[in-house]
């Protein structure tokens, strides 16, 4: 499986911030570690262009993030300190989801490293989550005449907001949003499809809710490609989370979705999103859990 990286995923932070920046290099490490991908399987991303940017974000929100012209709110509402560094790191992070859904029309299934970051509006970005990576690779794949409709897998345990609000308008673009009801963002921008989940939802609950409104997005939205926000946030003990998923109810979790979506014949694009357990190394693992179910389900097709 081809998986997009860059080393400029990662940027530098202040001592202390939640942002678990360590993770996307601690991913790269584990799948080469365990064999689940080679060096040769990893491309490295170039930087999105403005222009690309453009078919979702707001000229004026561009603006600001080029120049660093972010007032003291807006950074604040974003969650991390402008720094062209952060800027360049959310660009190359684009590109690669965009990489990533070319490489899962070509192989079945591919992987950004990095991405999913569903609270990024077309006139700013919150919950750091700086520019829409699904945003843009849809509008630049349809430009193209590569797909023209889309599913949105997204099970962070916070709604996608940004992403819903992205694609408000788009018939040919379904967003599925199953998440924690009473977790950021506590003033949602609807999907097509969402499922709120109370605290404290655990496997049972959980693996019971998706294998009824996943087969109901498919049936709705007849893609021609998926994107995977898998994030790992819905874990019990999660710094951010409020659900309760065992390890082995996330593996439930990505293979019923990587093999309904898969055992369908549809191309998967597979995306981090959020996760915030006890260091980024954990974080990492977790998110590896994907990788290899997707590993293991390609493998036996």
């Not at 998440?179 to 655990?202: A, I, Q």
Request: with cysteine.
């Amino acid at each position: 499986m081809r998986v997009n990286y860059s080393p400029g995923y990662t940027v530098p932070l202040p001592d202390g911030h939640a942002f678990p920046m360590g993770k996307f290099a601690a991913l790269r490490e584990i799948l080469e570690r365990d064999g689940l991908i080679s060096p040769a399987d990893v491309v490295e991303p170039g930087e999105a262009s403005w222009e690309e940017l453009a078919l979702v974000h707001t000229p004026a929100y561009l603006y600001k993030l080029r120049h660093g012209t972010l007032d003291r709110a807006e950074v604040r509402r974003l969650g991390l300190p402008w720094s062209p560094a952060l800027v360049r790191r959310s660009r190359l992070a684009v590109r690669g989801t965009v990489n990533a859904a070319w490489m899962a029309l070509e192989d079945g299934v591919a992987a950004n490293l990095a991405g999913g970051t569903h609270h990024a509006f077309p006139d700013h970005g919150e919950g750091f989550c700086v520019l829409n990576d699904v945003g843009v690779a849809v509008r630049m794949l349809r430009r193209g005449g590569w797909i023209r409709r889309v599913l949105v897998v997204d099970l962070d345990v916070h709604q996608g907001n940004g992403t819903a609000a992205v694609f408000a308008a788009d018939p040919d673009t379904f967003t599925f949003s199953m998440h924690g009801e009473g977790n950021y963002p506590f003033r949602e921008t609807p999907s097509d499809l969402d499922m709120g989940l109370p605290d404290g939802t655990g496997d049972e609950e959980y693996e019971e809710a998706l294998l009824r409104f996943l087969p109901e997005a498919l049936a709705r939205s007849r893609p021609d490609l998926v994107f995977y926000l898998g994030g790992i946030d819905v874990l019990a003990g999660d710094r951010f989370g409020r659900l309760a998923l065992t390890r082995a109810g996330l593996e439930r979790r990505d293979r019923i979705v990587i093999g309904t979506i898969r055992g369908e014949g549809l191309p998967l694009a597979l995306l981090l999103s959020g996760g915030y357990a006890a260091t980024p190394e954990l974080t990492a693992e977790l998110h590896a859990v994907a990788h290899r179910t997707a590993r293991e389900i390609e493998s036996a097709a």
